[in-house]
């Protein structure tokens, strides 16, 4: 892949990073809602973001929205498929599995990026990032060490295929040097609505539940996403999965500060591990591209 330069890789960590970060009260919204089941929780996200970046596209496309997914094409579909299985499979994974379980096994999402893109797309990963990936690995382990083993397998299975589909997503996003990420979220939107529908009891939510999901599905998926994604056209997707660990360290401190779970110790120093990591490699790459700019 075509070196990006200093300046478009810094844009693209931004975005992704800033994506990760308006993400971070999704674990949160999880634990506030009590009457809906896993299949009901995942169709709602899904429509309701396919609805969100719908009136967006229409708004601003006004009938060339229509093109723009006929565009997309098959590639297009293939990578919203990955997408909302990724979602749906991270819901299902937070019911049937504990928290720790789900985002441990969701911090090998880097790794299936590296392998993947190496395997597909020839790109290749530095020695830095491997580190990186292993250090930001055995953060995460350590942030969740106190809880580690108490789920299912079924579950635990769930957060496998989450951290392949999304990994398979990223590669995919990044080989195609696509700009038409937005339409292929919301179609992605649509297919997990539709992928669900039939184990969903949309009828039987409560209206507070409701809420939560709407503010999730309307508004926090689309803009976390929609940056989280876009990242890819400038980083190696290795490096933008990286930047999901964001959210993983964020979002139980947003979960302590509101309903009061107090993280560790550990849990506190396994945070401060991933997002050194993160930093660190992100300064070397940015070091590395600007060192071949100015030779």
Request: glycine share 12%; with cysteine; net charge positive.
């Amino acid at each position: 892949m075509k070196d990006p330069g200093p300046n478009l890789y810094l844009r693209g960590l931004l975005l992704s990073g800033l994506g990760m970060v308006l993400l971070s009260p999704d674990a949160l919204s999880m634990r506030l809602i009590h009457g809906a089941d896993t299949w009901t929780i995942s169709f709602y996200r899904s429509l309701f973001l396919g609805c969100s970046l719908s009136v967006v596209l229409i708004a601003f496309q006004g009938g060339r929205c229509v093109a723009t997914l006929r565009v997309a094409g098959r590639q297009g579909l293939l990578i919203a498929f990955f997408l909302a299985t990724a979602n749906i499979s991270f819901v299902a994974a937070l019911v049937h599995t504990t928290a720790a379980n789900t985002l441990v096994i969701m911090a090998m999402t880097p790794l299936f990026s590296a392998l993947m893109g190496r395997m597909f797309i020839g790109e290749g990963v530095s020695r830095r990032t491997v580190l990186t990936i292993i250090a930001a690995f055995g953060g995460v382990a350590l942030i969740f060490s106190d809880s580690l083993g108490s789920g299912s397998w079924d579950g635990d299975l769930f957060a496998v295929l989450a951290a392949f589909s999304q990994a398979a997503a990223l590669v995919m996003l990044r080989h195609a040097g696509r700009d038409d990420i937005f339409p292929i979220l919301g179609l992605a939107g649509f297919l997990g609505a539709a992928m669900v529908w039939p184990f969903a009891a949309p009828l039987g939510v409560a209206g507070a539940d409701l809420g939560i999901l709407a503010v999730v599905g309307l508004v926090m998926l689309p803009l976390a996403f929609g940056l989280f994604l876009t990242g890819v056209r400038w980083v190696p997707a290795a490096e933008v999965a990286l930047m999901a660990l964001i959210e993983t360290v964020l979002g139980p401190l947003l979960v302590w500060f509101v309903v009061g779970e107090e993280p560790s110790r550990w849990a506190l120093a396994g945070g401060a591990i991933v997002l050194c990591a993160i930093a660190l490699n992100a300064t070397g790459a940015l070091r590395e591209r600007k060192t071949r700019l100015s030779a």
